[in-house]
Each structure stands twice: as C-alpha cells, then as structure tokens.
C-alpha cells in the first residue's frame, strides 16, 4: 500500500497538495494582508490559483496583499508554472536519493514525451531557460516603462506571464497599456514561450543556436524538427490566428472595440494568445460579446502544449481529436497527425480525456449556475449561464480570465473552482492514471458484440 501511495504518478499530486495548503497558511496570516482579513477559504482559493498559474483572485494581488504576499503568490507560481514533475525529481537529485528507472521513465514521458532523455540536462536546461526568459523579460518591461513597471512589477508580471499564471499588481490587468505595442509584445512572447512547452522550446533553441553559428541543423530524418514540435508550432499558429481573426471581426460588428484599427488588431491578437491559460487582458472580459466568449471557451479548453506551463487538454490532443474526425469523414481506418498515424492506444487516451474534460466542465457549470440560481428568479439564472460556464472553463484550463464572477462567489463555489483548478492543472489523465495505479490488471477479456450507435 505505501509503494502505490508513494509511486511516480502519486508524488505530483501529494507535493502538489502540500505546497497549497503551506501557500494557504501562509496567505492566511495577517502579515500577508495587513490591509483587511483574509478567509481561510480565500487563502486556499488564492494559493490554488497561483499553484496552478490560473489567476483567477478573489481580492485584488496588488493593494490586498503585503510584500510578504506577493512574495508567497510568485514563489507558488514559479513552482507551478516549472512543473510538479520537474521540482519533485530535481528535490530527489538534491538529496542525493537514486531515480529508478520506471519513475525516469514516468518524468520523461510526462514532460518530454520522450522516455530516453537525460534527466540531468533537463532539468538544468529547464530551471536555466526559465530564469533566463524571465529575466528578459522583467528588463524589457521595466525598459519601456520604468514607472509602471519598476524592478518587482516587471519581474512579478514576467514570472507570471511565462508561467501562463495571469497574476497582475494592478486591479484591471494589463488594459491601461492595450495600445502599447511593446508591452503586449513581450507579454505575448513570454505567454507563447511559456505555453509552448520544455521539450518544443529546448528543440527550437538548439536548432537557432546552430543556425546562428553557421552549423549544420541535426535534422530528424528528412525534417528540421521532429513530430511533437512541428504538431505543437503548426497547431498552436493555427489557434492564435484563428482566435484574433474570430474575436475581431465579432467584436468589431457590435461597435464593441477600440476606434483605431492598430489597437483592435492588437487587442484580438493579446486576447487571443492570452486564451492559452495566461489569463491577462488588455480589455473588459465581462463587456465582450457572446461569440467571443464562446469561441474563447474553446481555445481555453484546448490551452497549451504538453510539458508546459500551461493548461487544457493541449494542443496535440486537439489535433489528434481533428485528425480522427477528419478520417472518420474519409473513411480512412488510421487516423493521420501530420507525417505519422496514431495508435489506437494514443486514441483511446484523446477520447477519454476529452470526454473526462467535457463532463467535467458540464457538472462544473450545472453545479455552479444551480449555485448562483438559487433564490434568483428563473430568467435571472438562465442569463447567468454563459457566466458562469466562462467560469467553469476559464477554472479547469487554469487560464484564470473572468467576466467578473470570480469576486462574488461564496464559499461552496469557490470549493468547486478550487477542485477545478487542482485537477486541471495535474490533468485528467495523470488523475485517472494514478487511480488507476491501485486496481488490479484484468486478466480476462469479455466476448465482444456490435452495438446500434447513432
């Protein structure tokens, strides 16, 4: 009982769960909030966000809490955004202890898809590359604008930008700087960087790092770039552009955008990199209309890339979900990613996620509109369904932008986000593998049979 409680796919959820309640109690003393009290549910509330780089806050980051705060809100947010998996390997190299094979295996297929890595390097690679991208941009933030982005603004805002985690010192984000093509440029940098994952990032360093050298690039076969990357770059190009293109032109037909055409381009492209769980924005969520929400919602489900410090259900399984429709029209028995085809092992685990995913979200919004209906006239609470599956999503994709709900949730709600969040970030499938971990492996397998379906 106690290997399977201390197994590979266990110790994420366990150190995972630590550290926010630490975050919690700390939160939760009046040093960190010299300014008024702080609920312990707030603190939870608050220290689940920042753990899994959501953002969404119940009192405002900048003028609630005291440096001390602040201090406890960015340290959560680094851990977080770096990977459960990542700290918890890097804490068992620190002390020493030996890394069997089967949990090398286990960390590599969760954070680099690729069970022959070298553990060391990557973890060198990854706390290092972090750092450093975090460091350009805290200085590129505080560069062009010393004043609202002094030295702890720009490195907060840069932490929690390449972490995907949507934490701002200022109440409406980042709208006072919408027009500002350099800040949301950077901010839009790190937010990619940041989503794209260790793996993708690590991959298209080495390749620029030879093309700058005039060295000849390590080609995978007759590609620059191996599958996983050339799927996660095409695909996440595909969302972004897709996403600005659909919220200019919606928000643009209900005269619900800026007057310059430069700033509505803008303001599209940031909110629709943003909708890959970083949770800043340069504009009023709660005033834009229901096409961009709903379309929103979507790229929030689908989040980031694997391995990264982003949420969702990820980038891959979104295409391997397009490329199975795409067969299914075509009649085609393989479904086809890119250059190679899927196994039906892959596939089960893109249904199963996705239909985990679904239901959970669907529970999520039923729990939290009956919730906020109640004692509400019936209209009333038919009004606030879209809020609150905005909500529900903007949780489980750990993206952490609101239509302004998040403030006036009372304690049962805010216990349902927070368990959104939580399985959100560690994944439903990590979940279901780790329970999964416990039950005996069937031996025997049932007669099979056709059954009518559609």
Known sequence: MRTKILSPYWMPVWFFAGAIIAGALVLHLDASHPGGPLSLIDALFTATSAMCVTGLIVVDTGSYFSLLGQNVILVLIQVGGLGIMTFTTLFIYLLGKHVSLSDRIAVGQSLLRDPSFSLTKFLVRAV???????GLGAVALWAMDPVGFAPYSAMFHSISAFCNAGFSLYPDSLMQWSGHAGINVVFMLLITAGGLGFYVLNECGGLAKRVMLWRKPIRQGPYLLSWHTSIVLRTS????????????????????????LGERVLTSLF?????????????DIGSMTNVSLAFMMGLMLIGGSPGSCAGGIKTTTFRALCGFVAAQFRGNPQTRVGRYALSQDALNKVIALCSVALLLIIAGTMVLTSLESAGAEYLMGREKFMVNMFEVVSA??????????????????????????????????????ALRSWQAKQRFNLPTADLPLG
Do not use: D, Y
């Open 396 to 433: 489980f994709g750990t993206v952490g932008l609101s239509t302004g709900l998040t403030e006036r949730l009372n304690g049962a709600e805010k216990t349902m986000i927070i368990i959104l969040m939580f399985v959100g970030r560690l994944g439903p499938i990590w979940l279901l593998s």
């Open 271 to 283: 909110q629709s990199v943003t909708c890959r769980t970083a949770g800043f924005n340069t504009v």
């Open 237 to 260: 190009l595909f969302l972004v552009a897709v996403g600005a293109v659909v919220i200019f032109v919606a928000e643009g037909l209900a005269n619900n955008a800026p007057e310059s």
């Open 128 to 134: 290092v590359g972090t750092l450093v991208l975090e």
